[in-house]
C-alpha cells in the first residue's frame, strides 16, 4: 500500500484528515475486504494504545520476527497444499495487517513514553521578557530564564517524573537525590537527567535546539523523530536541527562553556579562537563583528571577564594580539595581522 494511504490512515485516527482524504480513504476502504480490514485494524490500535499503561516497553522487534516466521511458514505449506491457496493468501495479509498493528501500537507507545504526562498541572508559569528571571521549582532545582523565554511548571513536582515546559532559553541546575527523572519537554524537544547543570536553548521558529553539559550527564531526545537521541557529557553540546520533516543530531566539544554568560555576567575564554569569541561577545553585548582578514578568526586567546565592559575587553586582545578594532555604532571592524 502507497505511503500517502498509510499517513492518510494515520490523519483520519487523530482526526486531522480533511473532508477530501476521507473521501478518498472510504473509496480505498470500500475497493477490497483487505482495505476495510487494515483500516479498522489500525483504528483499533490507535484507541487500545491510549489506555497501555504509560511505563510499558513494547518489544516490536520480536513480534515482527515472530509475525515473519509465521508467514515463511503459511508460504511453505502453500506449495504442499496449493488448493488452500487462496485462503492462505488471506492469512498472510492478515499476518502484515498484525504485523503493522502491532508496530502503529509500539510507535503510539513510544510516542506516550516520550511526550509529557497528560495528567501533570502547570499551574506556576515564569517569563522573563525584557529581564532575565530566577526561578526555584519545589525540588530545589535552580533555572535561569534569559530574555523573551517562558517556563511553566508544577507547584509540586510529585509523580514519577518531574517535568517542566519551556520556550527560549534557560540554565538548569536539577537538584540530586532523588530517583525522579528531571524532565524538560520543548516544543518538539525532550531532556532528561537526575541532577545535573545545563544550558538549553530552544526557539521553535529557528528549528535549531541546543544542549550543552555543565555538569553530570543530559539525554537530549528529538520529539519529531524518536531516532534521534544522544547522552550529552560535561563540555559536550548536542545540537538538534529541523528542516520540514528531516530532523539530525550532532555531539561535539563545546567552543567554550559562556553560554550562560547572560545569567552570570562572566565570560571566560580558553585557547578560545576568534570566531567563537567573537560569536559569544556578539551575544553578549548585542554587537556585530565584521572581519576583513578571515585569517584573524583562527588567532587564539585567553582571558577571564566579569563585570569588563565591552571596549575594555577589546582593548585587551588588541594590546596582546596586534588585532585592530573599530566600532561604528553596534558593528565593530577587525583589521590587523595578528600576531
Known amino acids: 500500500m502507497a505511503t500517502e494511504m498509510w499517513d492518510m490512515i494515520a490523519k483520519a485516527a487523530v482526526g486531522e484528515a480533511s473532508s477530501e482524504e476521507l473521501e478518498q480513504l472510504k473509496a480505498w476502504e470500500d475497493a477490497s475486504w483487505n482495505n476495510a480490514f487494515l483500516r479498522r485494524e489500525a483504528h483499533e490500535a490507535w484507541k487500545t494504545s491510549k489506555d497501555v499503561p504509560i511505563h510499558f516497553k513494547p518489544d516490536v522487534n520480536a513480534a515482527w520476527s515472530r509475525l515473519s516466521a509465521q508467514i515463511e511458514q503459511e508460504d511453505a505449506s502453500s506449495t504442499v497444499v496449493p488448493v488452500y491457496t487462496d485462503m492462505t493468501k488471506r492469512n498472510k495479509w492478515i499476518l502484515i495487517t498484525a504485523a503493522f498493528v502491532a508496530l502503529l501500537l509500539g510507535i503510539a507507545l513510544v510516542i506516550r513514553l516520550l511526550m509529557p504526562d497528560p495528567d501533570t498541572v502547570y499551574d506556576q508559569i515564569a517569563e522573563a521578557n525584557s529581564n532575565t528571571q530566577?526561578?526555584?521549582?519545589?525540588?530545589?532545582?535552580?533555572?535561569?530564564?534569559?530574555?523573551?523565554?517562558?517556563?511553566?511548571?508544577?507547584?509540586?513536582?510529585?509523580?514519577?517524573?518531574?517535568?517542566?515546559?519551556?520556550?527560549?532559553?534557560?540554565?538548569?541546575?536539577?537538584?540530586?537525590?532523588?530517583?525522579?527523572?528531571?524532565?524538560?519537554?520543548?516544543?518538539?524537544?525532550?531532556?532528561?537527567?537526575?541532577?545535573?547543570?545545563?544550558?538549553?536553548?530552544?526557539?521553535?521558529?529557528?528549528?535549531?535546539?541546543?544542549?550543552?553539559?555543565?555538569?553530570?550527564?543530559?539525554?537530549?531526545?528529538?520529539?519529531?523523530?524518536?531516532?534521534?537521541?544522544?547522552?550529552?557529557?560535561?563540555?559536550?553540546?548536542?545540537?538538534?536541527?529541523?528542516?520540514?520533516?528531516?530532523?539530525?543530531?550532532?555531539?561535539?566539544?563545546?567552543?567554550?562553556?559562556?553560554?550562560?554568560?547572560?545569567?552570570?555576567?562572566?565570560?571566560?575564554?580558553?585557547?578560545?579562537?576568534?570566531?567563537?569569541?567573537?560569536?559569544?561577545?556578539?551575544?553578549?553585548?548585542?554587537?556585530?563583528?565584521?572581519?576583513?582578514?578571515?585569517?584573524?578568526?583562527?588567532?587564539?586567546?585567553?582571558?577571564?571577564?566579569?563585570?569588563?565592559?565591552?571596549?575594555?575587553?577589546?582593548?585587551?586582545?588588541?594590546?596582546?594580539?596586534?588585532?585592530?578594532?573599530?566600532?561604528?555604532?553596534?558593528v565593530i571592524i577587525v583589521t590587523g595581522k595578528g600576531c
Open 134 to 330: 530566577h526561578v526555584v521549582l519545589a525540588d530545589g532545582t535552580h533555572v535561569g530564564l534569559n530574555h523573551n523565554s517562558n517556563l511553566r511548571y508544577p507547584s509540586r513536582l510529585e509523580g514519577d517524573i518531574r517535568q517542566v515546559k519551556l520556550h527560549g532559553e534557560a540554565f538548569f541546575d536539577v537538584a540530586k537525590g532523588t530517583d525522579q527523572p528531571f524532565v524538560v519537554y520543548t516544543k518538539t524537544t525532550r531532556t532528561e537527567t537526575l541532577g545535573a547543570s545545563f544550558h538549553l536553548v530552544s526557539y521553535p521558529r529557528n528549528g535549531i535546539h541546543v544542549l550543552t553539559a555543565y555538569t553530570g550527564k543530559v539525554r537530549f531526545s528529538s520529539l519529531v523523530d524518536a531516532d534521534k537521541k544522544r547522552v550529552v557529557k560535561p563540555g559536550q553540546e548536542a545540537i538538534i536541527a529541523e528542516e520540514g520533516t528531516s530532523v539530525s543530531i550532532v555531539t561535539q566539544k563545546a567552543a567554550t562553556m559562556n553560554h550562560a554568560a547572560w545569567q552570570n555576567g562572566r565570560l571566560k575564554f580558553e585557547q578560545t579562537p576568534m570566531k567563537h569569541i567573537f560569536k559569544d561577545l556578539e551575544k553578549h553585548f548585542d554587537v556585530t563583528f565584521e572581519v576583513h582578514d578571515p585569517p584573524l578568526l583562527t588567532q587564539v586567546w585567553e582571558g577571564v571577564y566579569s563585570t569588563e565592559s565591552l571596549e575594555n575587553i577589546l582593548n585587551d586582545i588588541d594590546h596582546h594580539t596586534c588585532i585592530d578594532f573599530e566600532k561604528k555604532g553596534n
